[in-house]
């Protein structure tokens, strides 16, 4: 015992020299890598001091009920035992410091009571050592260090919880605020959302990354890895990345532990930043068919209603959290419709991966089921018989859709349906007859539509009580930005028999497009006219133009096709567990991928080992060309391969390289997109394929993730 309390006196005398030595000269320390991980454990020890000092205290205060040698040891021991936790703590804290993000004077002051701590405990050891009886310097120098103890602990809790933490001071109960139409966006959804879950590592107090998010100021101006939002792009903002990286990566945020954005929160976020990442437009500045609108207010609707508002009431039971979990995928979003309410509200995205079986797959939820937004949806005339068996259905949303109206009727079975939106659709007075059938309706929304404004004073005069709206007409003055063209065609992978097609819902567009990798403007490209065939892999752009609007936003979509389909495929590597698809046959289902969804199972993810795989034909074609399907998205880490290889020949056993290329890397952060890379061969026939593509082993140094590996992510591989 003698010789452990000598060491631990001996290192307790070099650590807080050590201590004192880093407290002069901190600005010209700099803290090695390697010692970072200790600074982070600070949070874990400081613990150990605390509690020990506490029951030296306690010791002290009754040591006269104790007797015995063995208690005196077990004093001196825990004592030491504090002190050279307290020093151990207290350097770890020091070296968690360096890495920045907190508020300089709090972090000034819990450094120099920290080191304060650790240097009264050491006294406490020397003075104990030397007049271990004498109550006259003892007793007060305790009190002092438990006083100190109190004043680090509360400096420690105001860096990382807040200045008022641990002494919160006395405020007024929080009023809840009545958001209206006119409430910027920004404030009523966007500024929650980031306060629940970003706060309280991002405030004045604690800037982790620099970043401060408690101030509009602070989240435009960004952190240390630039801006957390890109206007207009998400896919390449860091607040949309971070959210999107799996729990486990150092990188996600909210970091694991934390309370996590929600699908629909991230969703919601991804639409803002899509929409501009205006702080200031309000919701009534949104039209009514923007899916942000519909999302802003689904989220406003699941928040707890403010004093007076009248809330409705329903007596069905609320879906069990396993349903709602069931029914929730990365392209349709099922939530309450009010908090506490059982009534839920459901929203589709992304009209490339909807399918009408995705319809019926919400009947898990059809009694509960009171909202539902189908805007620029693919949905068909014969979809409404399934949208019929929703019993409680209040509100539908089909806007941009393929309706025409003909099946109209089969909604006369939706008894509670009083709102129905079908703005931007081909539905005409004829077919609207049939909403005279529907028993609950009161209001019909059909902007762009073929309705004249007669028709629409004839429909309301049929029609008592049910509103008809027809939207904004903007004066002679005014001028608009257009809506981009909707491809009609969902299907990426395209044959003869599919040719693309284009349509817009506002009369008189003239949409232009190109096929050469041009941009289209007013002026520039062919004028779509009818729909028109592509040949193998083909990047189509198009624009809307109108006199007097100002032009759409460019859209581009990428087609591929195969003239040969292979009997199988057989991967050799496995892709990593996160980006599993279905196996081999995901490379030749035809089924495309989305570049904003990474874990569609249409996508096989690679970045250990190299994508290689077989395909094997019935008997030997012909290949002039071997196309691979790959997503990139910079941000998330998702390159093109650095090296594709296509070897040939009868059999596996027997192959040749046929053709090695290094597609070209992106030089700068770019936006997310799929793309083709095509290999071109000799035209010689073979039956057995196979196909190598290795991801970039280390990010080059423009990437914020320089050094590390990337990833190559392929879900289609077309032969011709």
Request: glycine letters at 8%; proline letters at 7%; one cysteine or more.
């Amino acid at each position: 015992m003698r010789r452990f309390q000598a060491v631990a006196a001996n290192v307790l005398f070099a650590l807080n020299l050590l201590l004192v030595f880093l407290l002069i000269f901190e600005g010209k320390v700099t803290i090695p890598v390697w010692l970072q991980p200790l600074g982070r454990m600070h949070p874990m020890l400081l613990h150990l001091p605390i509690g020990l000092l506490i029951l030296v205290g306690v010791l002290w205060v009754f040591r006269r009920s104790f007797a015995g040698e063995g208690v005196e040891q077990i004093f001196r021991f825990l004592l030491l035992i504090a002190a050279l936790t307290s020093v151990m703590a207290a350097l770890m804290g020091f070296f968690l410091s360096r890495e920045g993000g907190y508020t300089d004077d709090v972090l000034t002051w819990h450094k120099f009571s920290g080191v304060g701590m650790s240097l009264l405990a050491y006294a406490l050891v020397l003075l104990h050592e030397r007049q271990a009886n004498n109550t006259r310097f003892f007793s007060p120098l305790l009190g002092l260090s438990t006083l100190c103890l109190f004043i680090t602990g509360h400096f420690g809790a105001s860096l990382t919880h807040g200045e008022d933490y641990l002494f919160p001071t006395a405020s007024q109960p929080e009023t809840p605020i009545a958001f209206t139409d006119d409430t910027p966006v920004f404030v009523s959804t966007i500024e929650p959302i980031l306060k629940a879950n970003c706060y309280q590592c991002h405030n004045e107090q604690k800037q982790k990354g620099q970043l401060l998010m408690s101030t509009l100021a602070g989240l435009t101006k960004g952190g240390k890895n630039g801006p957390i939002w890109v206007a207009g792009d998400p896919l390449n903002s860091h607040l949309i990345q971070r959210a999107n990286l799996p729990l486990d990566d150092k990188k996600h945020m909210p970091p694991k532990g934390k309370p996590q954005l929600t699908p629909g929160e991230v969703g919601l976020l991804t639409a803002w930043i899509k929409a501009g990442a205006d702080t200031k437009k309000p919701l009534r500045a949104l039209a009514q068919n923007d899916p942000l609108r519909a999302l802003v207010q689904a989220h406003l609707n699941t928040q707890p209603k403010t004093g007076g508002a009248e809330v409705a009431t329903y007596t069905f039971d609320a879906a069990s959290p396993e349903t709602l979990q069931k029914v929730n995928t990365p392209f349709r979003v099922v939530l309450p419709l009010a908090h506490d309410s059982p009534a839920l509200q459901a929203s589709f995205f992304v009209r490339e991966a909807y399918k009408p079986e995705h319809l019926s797959e919400l009947s898990d939820v059809k009694t509960q089921l009171v909202s539902l937004n189908l805007t620029n949806m693919p949905v068909r005339d014969e979809d409404l018989k399934k949208i019929a068996q929703f019993e409680n259905l209040e509100k539908l949303i089909l806007n941009n859709s393929e309706i025409t109206g003909k099946t109209l009727a089969e909604l006369k079975k939706l008894a509670k349906l009083n709102s129905l939106a079908l703005s931007g659709t081909k539905v005409d007075k004829s077919t609207l007859a049939q909403l005279a059938q529907l028993p609950g309706l009161k209001e019909v929304f059909v902007w762009n539509t073929p309705l004249t404004a007669t028709d629409l004073a004839q429909l309301g005069q049929q029609n008592k009580g049910l509103r008809f709206v027809a939207g904004y007409v903007p004066d002679d003055t005014e001028i608009l930005k257009l809506n981009p063209p909707i491809l009609v065609n969902e299907q990426l992978v395209v044959t003869a028999q599919t040719p693309v097609a284009f349509r817009h819902p506002l009369k008189g567009v003239t949409i232009r497009y190109t096929t050469n990798g041009t941009d289209p403007d007013s002026v520039k490209g062919p004028v779509y006219q009818k729909p028109f065939a592509v040949n193998g892999y083909t990047v189509v752009k198009a624009r809307a133009t109108k006199d007097k609007w100002y032009s759409s936003a460019l859209v581009e979509y990428t087609f591929f096709s195969g003239q040969f389909t292979p009997d199988r495929a057989e991967l050799v590597n496995k892709p990593n567990a996160q980006y599993p698809g279905e196996g081999g046959k995901t490379l030749i289902d035809q089924k495309k991928g989305t570049i904003d969804n990474a874990k569609d199972i249409a996508w096989l993810g690679y970045r250990e080992k190299p994508l290689e795989a077989f395909f094997t034909f019935t008997r030997p074609v012909p290949l002039k060309s071997v196309t691979l399907s790959i997503g990139e998205n910079t941000g998330n880490y998702i390159m093109p391969p650095t090296l594709i290889e296509i070897w040939g020949g009868a059999d596996k056993t027997n192959l040749k390289l046929l053709q090695k290329i290094q597609p070209t890397q992106p030089q700068k952060q770019e936006s997310g997109r799929i793309e083709g890379i095509q290999v071109a061969l000799n035209g010689e026939p073979y039956k057995v394929v196979k196909v190598v593509a290795r991801p970039v082993t280390k990010l080059p140094a423009w990437h914020p993730g320089k050094g590390q590996p990337g990833w190559v992510f392929v879900d289609e591989v077309f032969f011709n």
